[in-house]
C-alpha cells in the first residue's frame, strides 16, 4: 500500500516552506507512489493567530530586538534554570486557533508526518500524547543551532544541521539514537557543478570584475535599500547582481539609486535560478537564515553576513565564522571597507570558499527522505535509487529529472 506522508512547515520567513518543498520533491523522488502533502500550517490557522505569529514576529524585531533576543536565549535554557517554554497548544486555545490542522492530522490516515518548523511538533505531540494520532513523527531544525522550541514528545527522529545542534538536542534530553546530523534539506540542484562562464552568459554577467551577490531574501526582508548604498560605495570596481526576492517595492527602490561609473549593477525580483547565480558570484551578501546560508555552503561560496535577526540567525552567524566561512558586517559603514579588502586578499578567499564547501550538504534532503522513509519501510526497496552524487553524467541526469519531479509536485 502507498504511503501517506505529511509535511508540515509555517510561513514565518521563506526558509521553513523551502525546506519542506526540498523534502517533498525528494519524497517524491524517492516513493513516486507516494502520496506527499505539503501544508503551511498558518494557512490553516485565522486570520488574527496567523497576523500575530508571522507578522508580529518581524514587528517586534524592528521595535525591540534586544527584547526578542533575551526571551529566545531565556526560552532555551534548561528548564529547571530557565523560563519554561509556554505550552500553549496543549490548552483550549489550541483547538480553538488550529482545529483546521487538527482535523487535517487525525482525519488524513497519514503513515508519517515530518514537521520543519518548530509550531507543529507541539501539537502532534499532545495528540500523540492523547491517543488521538499514532504516526510517526519526525522534526527536522532549519537553522545551524537547535532551540529548545523545537523539543517535544514523543518524536521519533531528530534531523539537525550540524553537530553543535546535535549536541544540544542530546543535552535537552534526546536520546542519541534518535538524532542524526544530515545538513539542512535544499533542493540539490545547488550541488550540480556549472560553468560559470555559461551561468554568467545567462544572466548578462560581463565578467572582469569581482561578482557580488546581494540577497535580501525570498520576502525582501531586511535592511536592503542600505546595504546596497554602501556596496556603490566600495572603492573596488564590482559587478553587482541584487536579488529582491518577491518585494517590488524593494526592487523599485534599488532600481532607482544611481549607480556610479565604477560599478555594473543587475537588480533582479524573485528568481529560481539562485543556484546559477551563486556559482558565479565571488562574495555572496546576506542575513544568515539557515536555508540562504546552507544554499551557500552547498555553491562553495564566500559570504559577508549582516543584520542577524536576534536568535537563530546570530547563532547561524556564529557558526558561519567560527569555521571560517564568512565575514561579518556589525556596521553597515565598514561594510565597502570589509569587502574591498576581502577580494583584494585572493588567499583569504579562496580559504573561504574552501570551508563553505566543506560545511555544505547539497543532497541533505535525499538523506533526510531515505531516513523518514525507513520510519514506516525498514528494508528499502532496492528499487529506491540512492541519493544523487556531486559527479558524474548519470549523476546530473538524475538531477534534472528530480527538478522535473519538483517543478511537477503539487504543494498545498
Known amino acids: ?10 510561513s514565518v520567513g521563506s526558509g521553513h516552506g523551502r525546506a519542506a518543498v526540498a523534502l ?45 533576543r533575551y526571551v529566545y ?34 482525519g488524513g490516515n497519514w503513515d508519517l508526518v515530518v514537521s520543519t518548523h518548530f509550531l507543529p511538533p507541539e501539537i502532534i505531540a499532545a495528540l500523540r500524547s492523547a491517543g488521538r494520532v499514532s504516526f510517526p513523527h519526525a522534526v527536522v531544525t532549519t537553522d545551524f543551532d537547535v532551540h529548545r522550541l523545537w523539543v517535544h514528545s514523543p518524536v521519533e527522529k531528530y534531523f539537525t544541521a550540524t553537530e ?48 557580488v551577490l546581494q540577497l535580501s531574501g525570498g520576502a525582501g526582508f ?20 541584487m536579488v529582491a526576492g518577491r518585494n517590488a517595492a524593494v526592487r523599485e527602490k534599488i532600481a532607482a539609486i544611481p549607480c556610479p561609473a565604477l560599478h555594473r549593477r543587475t537588480v533582479l525580483g524573485f528568481t529560481d535560478r539562485m543556484d546559477e ?18 544554499e551557500a555552503l552547498a555553491r562553495g561560496a564566500a559570504m559577508l553576513v549582516i543584520e542577524p535577526i536576534p536568535g537563530q540567525e546570530e547563532r547561524n552567524s556564529d557558526y558561519l565564522l567560527e569555521n571560517g566561512a564568512a565575514v561579518k558586517v556589525n556596521n553597515l559603514a565598514s561594510l565597502p571597507h570589509k569587502l574591498s579588502h576581502l577580494l583584494q586578499d585572493r588567499g583569504r578567499l579562496q580559504a573561504m570558499r574552501d570551508a563553505s564547501r566543506r560545511l555544505g550538504k547539497p543532497f541533505a534532503a535525499f538523506d533526510i527522505a531515505r531516513s523518514v522513509l525507513k520510519l514506516i519501510e525498514p528494508e528499502m526497496p532496492r528499487s529506491i535509487p540512492p541519493a544523487p552524487k556531486r559527479t558524474s553524467r548519470f549523476s546530473r541526469l538524475r538531477l534534472r529529472r528530480w527538478r522535473r519531479t519538483r517543478n511537477s509536485s503539487t504543494v498545498s
Do not use: W
Open 73 to 106: 536565549d531565556r526560552l532555551d535554557r534548561p528548564r529547571s534554570t530557565g523560563i519554561a517554554a509556554p505550552q500553549f497548544f496543549r490548552s483550549a486555545s489550541a483547538q480553538l486557533n488550529f482545529s483546521r490542522f487538527i482535523d487535517l492530522l487525525t
Open 222 to 241: 531586511g535592511p536592503a535599500e542600505k546595504v546596497h548604498r554602501a556596496l556603490l560605495d566600495t572603492p573596488v570596481p564590482l559587478e553587482i547582481v
Open 277 to 294: 547565480l551563486m556559482a558565479v558570484a565571488d562574495v555572496i551578501v546576506t542575513k544568515p537564515g539557515g536555508l540562504t546560508t546552507s
Open 1 to 10: 500500500m502507498s504511503p501517506r506522508i505529511l509535511i508540515c512547515s509555517a
Open 164 to 211: 553543535e545542534g546535535r549536541a544540544n538536542l542530546a543535552g535537552a534530553g534526546i536520546a542519541a539514537e534518535n538524532i542524526i546530523t544530515s545538513g539542512i534539506p535544499i533542493d540539490p540542484v545547488f550541488g550540480e557543478t556549472k560553468s560559470r562562464e555559461v551561468c554568467r552568459a545567462r544572466h548578462g554577467i560581463i565578467g572582469g570584475r569581482p561578482v
Open 24 to 68: 517533498q520533491a525528494a519524497l517524491n523522488r524517492l516513493r513516486p507512489d507516494a502520496f506527499v502533502q505539503h501544508v503551511d500550517v498558518l494557512s490553516l490557522t485565522n486570520a488574527i493567530f496567523r497576523r500575530v505569529y508571522s507578522k508580529g514576529y518581524f514587528d517586534a524585531i524592528d521595535l525591540a530586538p534586544h527584547v526578542v
